[in-house]
């Protein structure tokens, strides 16, 4: 049997086959909801051939997805991209310039 590297070492992300942080995540679960998605299909009565065919096709798209994501983004790039989805791309301002630059006091409290 073969024993596999895990973990590089302290201090360091986890990686598997290149596969780093939440990527091991994405690939375990895209697998295993392929998995349930093929034995649902055959309890329920479909063709072998189709139940094999669709987890076949799900599986690679699945590697090959996750792959392409990690060596596309990176260990943290993920996170980077859906925070930029997230900020907008330019600030609308509708108030006068005046409105901003007024000092407004405070009323003392009693």
Same mark, same amino acid.
């Given at each position: ?55 076949? /096709?799900?599986?690679?798209?699945? $590697?090959? !997805?996750?792959?392409?994501? %990690? *060596? @596309? ?17 330019? /600030?609308?301002?509708?108030?006068? $310039?005046? !409105?901003?630059?007024?000092? %407004? *006091? @405070?009323?003392?409290?009693?």
């Amino acid at each position: 049997m073969d024993s596999y590297n895990i973990n590089k070492g302290i201090g360091r992300t986890v990686e598997f086959k290149g596969l780093k942080a939440q990527y091991l995540f994405i690939f375990a679960g895209g697998l295993l909801a392929v998995l349930l998605l093929v034995m649902v299909m055959y309890m329920a009565g479909a063709n072998s051939f189709v139940c094999i065919s669709i987890g076949t /096709i799900g599986a690679s798209l699945i $590697v090959w !997805r996750t792959f392409a994501m %990690n *060596r @596309k983004y990176g260990e943290h790039g993920l996170m980077k991209a859906g925070a930029r989805k997230r900020h907008p791309k330019y /600030i609308i301002c509708r108030k006068a $310039v005046h !409105r901003y630059l007024k000092y %407004n *006091r @405070k009323p003392a409290a009693l």
